[in-house]
C-alpha cells in the first residue's frame, strides 16, 4: 500500500490486528453503550428544543408539515422541534398574543403566509400579534395536543376553529401526529376522561429497539432536516409548493349517508369526540387564557343533489345537527363562540370544503375579528 | 451508489479478502466488475437498454483492447478465457428473461431476447475484432479509436444529438419516440470509461502503455469501485495493482483499517454533509426563489461544500473499497479549497481528470505549438493549451453552453493567474514570513471564491439565470 497524500492521520497508525480488534470491540462497546444510553436519556425531546430557528435562522410562521423537498419543509412528531421552530419560540413582541388552532384550513393550504387567516387578524388588530399553530389533519384531539404545547408559550387568548370533520369519535386517533405522539396524548385521555382507550392500537409504540440511537435515527435525521430547511426558508420565504389543483366538487352523487351513519342518526357525544373541547375550554380555563371558540366557513355548494349535500364532507342533515350541537354546548358551557359557517362565499373555497382563496381568508378574517375584539375586551376586564 | 449497494460491495469485499484463493483475485475482479456493470446500471426508460448499454460498453472495451495490442502481441489463450468469461457472463445475465429469479437476484430488468441479442453482439464483436486485428497497434487505427470514442461521446453529452438517438431507441423497441429525451441514454460510467479507453489509445500509440491482457484491461476500465464516479486510474497502475495480488497481503490490519476509514470518512462527507447541504444548494429553483444578495451566497458556499463533500466521500470510498479489494486507486482531492492559488487547486480538485487533461490535452498541444514555425509566443501557447484543456474538462461534464463557461472561466483564471505569477515574483519573494503568511490567506479566499463563482455556471443550466445569479450575489438586479 502506497502512501496516500493527505491522509496521515489515518495511514500512520502502525496498526495490526489487536490494534483492528481493539478498535472494532471499542466500537462495538461504544455502539451499544451509546445506544442504551439513548435509551435511558431519551435525549430527542431535549434535542427538539435545540434550535437554529428564531436565532440564527427566521422562525418558521406555520408548524413544520409537508413532504416535498421543494417547500423546505417536512412532517415530523417531535412537537418539541416543531415548536422550536415557529416564531412563537422566537422573541415575545411588545403586543397580545393569541394562538390560532386549526386544521389545514387555519394552517394555509394553498395560502401564502400572508394570506392566512392568522396573518390577517395581526394586521387587522393593531397590537396583537396572532400566532399560526393550524395543522393539517383533522382532528380534534391533535388540536388538543397541540393547545397543551401551545400553552407553554403563555399566550394571552387561544381561538380554536374547529369543523365537524374534525370531531368523529373514530378518527381522532388517525392524525399521525397523535397516534405518534402517545407519551403526550394518553396523560390528556387520563386527565380529562376523554372517551378513548388509552391503549388503542392505533398508539405507535416504541419498543427497546425503537428507543435506541438506531430506533431513533428517523427522528434524529428529522431533526437535522429541519435546521437544513430553515436555511432555505429564511432565505426564500417557501414553505409550501403552490401547484396545480383540483377545485372541491359542486354536484354530488345523492348520497346522505356520512361516516356509515344515516340521516335518520342522531350525533351525539359517543359519535362526535365533543368532549376533546370540553378538554380544550378546560385547558385553558385552568391557565387563565381566553378561548374562543369558531365553527369554520364550509363550501355551500348549489349544484346537483345540493339540497342533500352542503359539500362533498358533509350531508346537510349531520352538518345541521353538529351545528346545532356545537351551540348548545357553547352555551351550556359558557364558551365564547362564533358560528362563521356561511361567512365566506362559496367562490372563495378551493380544493376542499375548507380551504380558502386569499379573498375568502379575508373574509373570515374580518368577520372573526368582532368575537376576537370581544374576548379581548373581556380578558382586559378580568385582568 | 446507494448505502445498500455500497454495503454490498463491502460484503463482497470480505468473501474476496477472506475465502478467495489468492490465483483467482485478478480474474474475481474482471468477473466482478463485469456484473457491476450491469448491476449498476439504473434502469431506462428505454426498453432494453438498461442490459444494452452495458453490453455495449464490453463490446467496445473489447475492440480497444484488441485495437492497444502491441503489432506483434497475440491474442493468448489467457485472453480468450476472458473473452469467453466475459461472454458467458453477459449472456447469464439474460436468464431473467426466460426464468423468475428472486428480486435480489436480479441484476438487470427484463433484458432483450436472447435470439436477438446474441447473434447482434457476437457479430458486432467479430466484425470489431477483426477490423481492430488489421488496425491493431497502427497510428491510424489508433486515432480512428479516439476519434470513434469521442464521436459516442459527443452523441451522448450533446442533448439534441442525445435526444435523436433515444428517439432511434425508442422507435427500434416500439416505444414513443415522441417522447424521447436525454435521460433515456443514462449509460452508467461512460465519461469515465471513454477517458481510460482513449488514455490507453493514446499510450499504445506514443508506445509507453504496458502489455495488458484482456482480463486486466477490462478491470481497469470498468472497476466497479471506480465506475460511477472516478477517480480515473492510469492503466499501468491498475496492471501492476492486478499483477500483484496474488502475493498481495490483503488480510493486512493496516490495510483492512485504512480502507475502513476512508470508507466511513466517505459515507459521512456523502450522506451527512453533503446531502444535508443539498438541501438548500444553489440550483435552478433555488437561485430563482433566493432573496437577496446573501441568501444567493448562501446557495453558492452551500453549492461549493456539497460539491466537494459528495465528491471527495465517493471518491474515499471508492479508494476505500478498491483496497478492500487489492488495488489502490489514485487520489483526487487534497483540500482543494484551502489552496493559494488556481494553478494549485487544480492540482488537487478532482486531480485524475485534470492530470488526463493535462497528458493528452495541454501536453500535446504545447508541444505541437512549440515545433509550429513561426514558434508563437509563450504566452499564446500557454493559453491555447490551457484553454483547450479546460474547454475539454468543461464539456466533459455535457456538452452545453454552460459547462463551456465553466471551462474557460477556469482556463482564463489560470491563464491570469500565470501572468499574475511571472509579474509579482520577485514582489512575492521579498515579502517578509508574515507578509507572506497574510497574502496566502488572501490568497485562498480569492481562490475559493473564484472557484466557487465559476460554479454558478456549473450549476445551473440557463445562461440567463447564471447571469442573474452573478447580478444578485453582487446585489445589482431583482434576484435570479
Known sequence: MSAMPGWKWLTDGGYTWGFLARVLGKALALFVLLNLAFVLADPVPALGRVSLYNGLLAGRERLPYGEDPAAYNLSLFDLNAMFASHTLAGPRPDARRVIVLGDSSVWGVLLENRDTLPACLTEQLPGTRFYNVGYPTMSALKDLLLLEAALAYQPDAIMWLVTLESLPRERQLDAPIVANNPARVRPLIERFGLGFDPLDPRFVETDFIGRTLIGQRRALADWLRLQAYGVAWTHTGIDQVYGEYTPRSNDFDEDATWQGLNPDATLNDDILALDVLRAGASLTGQARVPLLLVNEPIFIADGQNSDVRYNFWYPRWSYDQYRALLGDAAAAEGWPYADLWDAVAPAEFTDSPVHLTPAGSRALCEAVVPFVAAIQEEADAGS | ?480
Not at chain 2, 451522448?156 to 429525451?181: C, H, M
Not at chain 2, 490507453?200 to 484491461?217: E, K, M, N, S, V
Request: with cysteine; glycine share 10%.
Open chain 2, 1 to 480: 451508489m446507494d448505502f445498500p449497494q455500497i454495503g454490498i460491495l463491502l460484503a463482497a469485499a470480505a468473501l474476496y479478502v477472506l475465502f478467495l484463493p489468492a490465483r483467482w483475485r485478478p480474474t474475481f475482479l474482471m468477473v466482478g466488475s463485469v456484473v457491476g456493470l450491469f448491476w449498476l446500471q439504473p434502469t431506462l426508460p428505454v426498453r432494453w437498454l438498461d442490459y444494452t448499454l452495458p453490453a455495449l460498453t464490453l463490446v467496445i472495451v473489447a475492440l480497444c483492447w484488441r485495437l492497444t495490442l502491441a503489432p506483434d502481441a497475440r491474442v493468448t489463450r489467457a485472453d480468450w478465457l476472458a473473452l469467453a468469461l466475459t461472454a458467458g457472463i453477459a449472456a447469464l445475465l439474460l436468464l431473467p428473461r426466460y426464468i423468475e429469479l428472486p428480486p435480489a437476484l436480479e441484476i438487470t430488468s427484463r433484458p432483450p431476447p436472447a435470439e436477438i441479442t446474441i447473434p447482434l453482439v457476437a457479430g458486432l464483436s467479430i466484425a470489431g475484432m477483426l477490423l481492430a486485428r488489421l488496425a491493431s497497434g497502427t497510428r491510424r487505427g489508433l486515432l480512428a479509436g479516439v476519434f470513434v470514442l469521442a464521436g459516442l461521446f459527443v452523441l451522448l453529452k450533446f442533448s439534441p444529438l442525445t435526444t435523436t438517438l433515444a428517439g432511434l431507441a425508442r422507435s427500434t423497441t416500439g416505444q414513443d419516440a415522441a417522447l424521447a429525451s436525454p435521460v433515456d441514454l443514462g449509460w452508467l460510467g461512460f465519461s469515465y470509461i471513454a477517458f481510460r479507453l482513449i488514455h490507453t489509445l493514446r499510450d499504445r500509440q506514443t508506445g509507453i502503455l504496458p502489455a495488458l491482457g484482456f482480463r486486466d484491461y477490462l478491470s481497469y476500465v470498468i472497476f466497479t469501485p471506480a465506475l460511477v464516479a472516478g477517480p480515473i486510474d492510469r492503466a499501468e497502475n491498475h496492471g501492476a495493482a492486478v499483477a500483484g495480488l496474488a502475493e498481495a497481503r490483503l488480510r493486512d490490519p493496516a490495510r483492512i483499517t485504512t480502507a475502513l476509514g476512508r470508507i466511513a470518512v466517505g459515507l459521512f462527507k456523502k450522506f451527512v454533509i453533503a446531502d444535508t447541504l443539498a438541501i438548500f444548494s444553489l440550483g435552478p429553483l433555488t437561485a430563482s426563489q433566493a432573496d437577496g444578495a446573501g441568501a444567493t451566497w448562501v446557495l453558492l458556499y452551500a453549492y461549493a461544500f456539497r460539491l466537494f463533500f459528495d465528491f471527495s466521500g465517493y471518491t474515499d470510498i471508492a479508494i476505500g473499497i478498491g483496497l478492500l479489494f487489492g488495488v489502490q486507486l489514485p487520489e483526487n482531492f487534497d483540500r482543494p479549497y484551502l489552496k493559494q492559488n488556481l494553478t494549485i487547486f487544480w492540482q488537487s480538485w478532482h486531480k485524475s481528470l485534470s492530470d488526463w487533461g493535462r497528458f493528452y490535452i495541454y501536453s500535446p498541444l504545447s508541444r505541437a505549438l512549440l515545433k509550429r514555425k513561426p514558434k508563437p509566443g509563450n504566452y499564446v501557447i500557454i493559453f491555447s493549451a490551457t484553454a483547450a484543456t479546460f474547454i475539454v474538462i468543461g464539456l466533459w461534464h455535457g456538452i452545453t453552453l454552460p459547462f463551456l463557461l465553466w471551462g474557460a472561466w477556469h482556463a482564463l483564471g489560470l491563464f491570469a493567474h500565470k501572468l499574475w505569477t511571472d509579474r509579482t515574483r520577485a514582489w512575492y519573494r521579498g515579502l517578509s514570513d508574515g507578509r507572506r503568511r497574510a497574502w496566502h490567506v488572501v490568497g485562498t479566499l480569492l481562490t475559493f471564491h473564484f472557484v466557487a463563482l465559476g460554479w454558478v455556471w456549473f450549476a445551473l443550466p440557463d445562461i440567463g439565470q447564471g447571469l442573474r445569479v452573478f447580478a444578485a450575489l453582487f446585489g445589482i438586479g431583482g434576484g435570479a
